[in-house]
T-cell receptor, first 116, second 120 residues
């Protein structure tokens, strides 16, 4: 079975540019999560969706960050304009059901983002 | 608020040694779930195990075993006869049960990770 698929794997861009990260969750999973991983802050939950609807975006750092999930098989995380401090590894994860928090989240390979 | 503390930042062992990674958590909920994830050098996060707060049975899977003790709020992970391929960052995580009656999801809170290096 295909796991969570993220693209691109690596992105290097200049400050001020728009960055779009993409995620395809595991088929049938109804929860989707976006995380950011840095050395300083570890793994942070940015936002999550249930049945394509954003449930909690309190982890989104600033208005420069936005996320969408137009359908059950696709989500994007956009940063506009990007800044050097946004450099991190961004993970997407999905899970099946588990509204009680008991289902494991399955992670993609991550996107390593570098803003110059 | 929930919190997960991984006691060791880094552990270094020689192959075939047993190693234990300690995880201590804080939560006000009576129902919660604990997880361990592995992040090898290639960077992906791999789910290892889930434990429910109402099930304190220890679990063994091959060389891996987990010791959950509610009385001390700990969920420790032991690798027996470690191998070089076990070298990775290991994360302990906690998820509280969702709010009753709502669609709010129990957020997954991660510890800071323990870097395990197994030398040949």
């Amino acid at each position: 079975d295909a796991g969570v698929i993220q693209s691109p794997r690596h992105e290097v861009t200049e400050m001020g540019q728009e960055v779009t990260l993409r995620c395809k969750p595991i088929s049938g999973h109804d929860y989707l999560f976006w995380y950011r991983q840095t050395m300083m802050r570890g793994l942070e939950l940015l936002i999550y969706f249930n049945n394509n609807v954003p449930i909690d975006d309190s982890g989104m750092p600033e208005d420069r960050f936005s996320a969408k999930m137009p359908n059950a098989s696709f989500s994007t995380l956009k940063i506009q304009p990007s800044e050097p401090r946004d450099s991190a590894v961004y993970f997407c994860a999905s899970s099946l059901g588990g509204y009680r928090g008991n289902q494991p989240q399955h992670f993609g390979d991550g996107t390593r983002l570098s803003i110059l | 608020a929930q919190k997960v503390t991984q006691v060791q930042t880094e552990i270094s062992v020689v192959e075939k040694e047993d190693v234990t990674l300690d995880c201590v958590y804080e939560t006000r909920d009576t129902t919660y779930y604990l997880f361990w994830y592995k992040q090898p050098p290639s960077g992906e996060l791999v789910f290892l195990i889930r434990r429910n707060s109402f099930d304190e049975q220890n679990e063994i899977s091959g060389r891996y075993s987990w010791n959950f003790q509610k009385s001390t709020s700990s969920f420790n992970f032991t690798i027996t006869a470690s191998q070089v391929v076990d070298s990775a960052v290991y994360f302990c995580a906690l998820s509280e049960a969702a709010n009753a009656g709502g669609t709010s999801y129990g957020k997954l809170t991660f510890g800071q990770g323990t870097i395990l290096t197994v030398h040949p």
